[in-house]
């Protein structure tokens, strides 16, 4: 059974920084190209940023590009976005995902619960 578990979200001021993790079993994590997307309140689901299973190839998109960097540590089957320079709409409920189909394929597995991340102005 795939399982993700993100953390690291929380309320920071404009112009601050996080860092979240998502912890992932259940699956070959490190054959598995992985994702972050975001939903902000009221609004669908946004993909942000990907990264191939090796790690060496990452992918962002526009509003985020710039300001955050996707990692990955296969050792412990765990991936990373280091958010920085935050503004009040990056304001979203955070989830990581493992692609199913493919990098390029915006499907995915069973979502875990998500991390909370809160930008005040």
């Known amino acids: 059974e795939v399982q993700l578990v993100e953390s690291g979200g929380g309320l920071v001021h404009s112009g601050g920084s996080l860092r979240l993790s998502c912890a992932a079993s259940g699956f070959s994590f490190g054959s598995s190209d992985m994702s972050w997307v975001r939903q902000a309140p009221g609004e669908g689901p946004e993909w942000i940023s990907g990264i191939r299973s090796g790690g060496g190839v990452t992918m962002y998109d526009g509003s985020v590009k710039g300001r955050f960097t996707i990692s990955r540590d296969n050792a412990k089957n765990t991936v990373y976005l280091q958010m920085s320079s935050l503004k009040p709409e990056d304001t979203a409920v955070y989830y990581c995902?493992?692609?199913?189909?493919?990098?390029?394929?915006?499907?995915?597995?069973?979502w875990g619960r998500g991390t909370q991340v809160t930008v005040s102005s």
């Open positions: 995902n493992a692609h199913r189909d493919g990098f390029y394929y915006l499907t995915f597995y069973s």
